[in-house]
């Protein structure tokens, strides 16, 4: 089943190379989606996929790359047709 995830994700998550990175594991993962930064410093991720793949992106997304620091990150369903790629804006 294909399922849609968007998530938001705040703390140091702007100039690490967060969305990169999260282009890089939803690539491994064969999530589609998009990446992107949002004004308040935070940057918002479209994940869809198989259930399994787009719950393991969540879950890393807590992590990110080696200089990020993530305080939170807020999930939700997302009604939207899936991207054929993932992106990064």
Known sequence: MIVCRKCRVQ???????????TQAQAQTLEVT?????????????????????VEALCTWLWQG???????????????VAPPPGFTTA
């Open 11 to 21: 703390g140091r998550v702007q100039g690490v190379w967060y969305r990169g990175s």
């Open 33 to 53: 989606g998009y990446a992107r930064n949002l004004a308040d410093g935070s940057v918002e991720v479209l994940a869809c996929g198989e259930t399994t793949q």
């Open 65 to 79: 790359p080696r200089h990020a620091d993530v305080t939170h990150v807020d999930c939700e369903p997302a009604t």
